[in-house]
């Protein structure tokens, strides 16, 4: 239960430099504080060791319906939104957050309260002007009687982070180095074309012309390759030897099921022959990809302008997309058997482990199914429905969606979908655009510290997020984080709906089906 309900009644005190840095303490990109309306005195918790804060989704509660009222009669968003004009806020999160961990010291059981957390920019809101944000905020949850929430203002910023197989790192031919992921194949009911789904900031950098884009002979045409120029550079190096390399690594040391010297140099030979023979095969291969032209999987065909979605009836999302058409001679499947399936190759035991520890977490009673189906590969098929998102952690006995996604950066990952809704803020244009995205969480790391890994990192953008029976949730858009080289993290990844976004695309006159 949160403790704010006294916060009126109660001498306003900014928070010291020390509790400013370390209140967040625990969560990936430790934020900075700026104004919060617990009454709680903070001070470091620890037994044998520190002991941080974990964010946790929000489950069952009666903000969660009223906030994830998306029809623009929702007072409470409008009223919030209202208390936060003086500020230069990026996004508005409802999440739990406690302690990781009951002290071993003193055997305390720390609460995890609902909090409504309004991320600022960095430097931007001085300790005053927070604190009336909070108190105002909290105003408002109390006269609809909320009074079990807490309210922190806090620094972070928003990011749009940047085979045939998804997850995978592609980028603009134009810009290799701008970096993100393959998202989701799509075909096209009318003429049957197989499309390529991603974010259009993968695509078109910060310099492009924010305007609607529609492929013709008359306009510069946008090809994708596949991968970045970074990854690309990153492959070279491993491709050749990474497995070989650490077998080599290993029989060096001597290890005890070699028990002849004469032995152990014989084998430190034969692979080292093998990498030779593997090196001589691939560097031709790597050659010829050294030629960015050589990468190109097809071309953008259509992508509206950043910006916010038109449909007056409910709360506005970005539309943040674009479309490329594929060149068939540049896949090694021919498009009639080309599928929406992820790979995870030498990753398949980290990711099965993930998924392990996330269960742990939260009861999943009656659910058979697992994400990672197989140890080597995903096939994605369906969609998880925006009411079953909403209505989920509601009832007591249900636990958050379980999800997965595979960044081109981060890999695969495990992580819960919070039931309550986040509204991001960003600027477009000459103004700022407010967006509903759904929240995702990272499994927590069970160990000394007990944290939450980050769900995706910088470059993950794009990627396809995706539940229970492998049905697809949404698209990987960004997240909330830090940008100081300190903690270069994100806490928080952000999707857009893939319902809403099949919607969104037929609108603009693309009947397409998940492939």
């Known amino acids: 239960m949160g403790d704010s309900s006294s916060l009126t009644n109660t001498t306003p005190t900014a928070p010291s430099a020390e509790e400013q840095q370390w209140y967040y303490y625990g969560l990936p990109s430790q934020p900075k504080l700026v104004a919060r309306s617990s009454t709680r005195p903070w001070k470091h918790e620890f037994d044998w060791f520190p002991i941080g804060k974990v964010l946790d989704p929000v489950g069952q509660h009666v903000l969660v319906d009223m906030w ?23 996004s508005i999160d409802i999440l739990r957050i406690g302690y990781q961990r009951k002290s071993d010291f003193t055997g305390e059981e720390f609460t995890h309260p609902v909090t409504l957390f309004i991320s600022v920019e960095r430097g931007s809101t001085p300790w005053p002007q927070g604190y009336a944000v909070v108190k105002r905020c909290l105003e408002i949850l109390q006269t609809r009687g909320i009074t079990d929430v807490d309210v922190d203002v806090k620094e972070s910023s928003t990011f749009l982070s940047f085979t045939d197989n998804l997850g995978l790192s592609i980028a603009p031919f134009d810009n290799p180095g701008h970096e993100g992921t393959k998202g989701l194949y799509l075909r096209q009911k009318d003429t049957g074309a197989v499309l390529l789904l991603t974010c259009r900031h993968v695509l078109f950098g910060g310099n492009a012309a924010n305007e609607t884009y529609t492929y013709d002979d008359s306009n510069h045409r946008i090809t994708v390759i596949q991968p970045g120029e970074e990854t ?75 910006g916010p979605s038109t449909d007056e009836a409910t709360a506005t999302r970005v539309r943040d997309w674009a479309l490329i058409q594929l060149h068939p001679d540049k896949h090694q499947s021919c498009f009639d058997e080309l599928q929406n399936l992820v790979k995870l190759r030498d990753e398949c035991y980290s990711s099965r482990e993930g998924e392990i520890r996330a269960r742990s977490e939260y009861p999943y009673k009656g659910e058979d199914f697992w994400l990672w189906w197989s140890l080597t590969t995903v096939l994605l098929e369906g969609l998880v429905p925006e009411y079953e998102i909403r209505r989920r952690g509601q009832e007591r006995e249900m636990s958050p969606i379980l999800v997965g996604t595979r960044g081109s950066q981060s890999g695969p990952r495990v992580g819960f979908l919070n039931n309550v809704m986040s509204i991001t803020r960003e600027p477009i244009d000459d103004h700022y655009c407010i967006s509903e995205v759904w929240c995702v969480l990272a499994y927590r790391q069970y160990g000394v510290e007990d944290r939450r890994r980050p769900f995706s990192c910088h470059g993950d953008s794009g990627a396809c997020v995706w539940g229970g029976k492998s049905r697809v949730v949404g698209l990987l858009t960004g997240g909330s984080g830090n940008i100081n080289e300190d903690y270069r993290a994100l806490d928080i990844t952000y999707v857009t709906s893939m319902e809403w976004l099949l919607e969104d695309i037929k609108r603009h006159g693309f009947d397409v089906e998940l492939l």
Do not use: C, Y
């Open 68 to 90: 994830n009222d998306s029809t623009h009669s929702n007072t409470l968003r409008r009223d919030i939104f209202q208390a936060l004009e003086a500020v230069q806020w990026t």
């Open 232 to 306: 690309f550079e990153e492959s070279k190096s491993e491709v050749a030897g990474r497995i070989i390399d650490h077998n080599i690594a290993n029989l060096e040391k001597g290890n005890t099921w070699i028990k002849s010297e004469q032995r152990r140099d014989s084998e430190i030979n034969e692979e080292q022959l093998a990498l030779s023979h593997l090196t001589e095969k691939t560097q031709p291969m790597l050659a010829e990809l050294e030629d960015p032209a050589a990468r190109i999987i097809g071309h953008v065909i259509f992508s509206p302008k950043l």
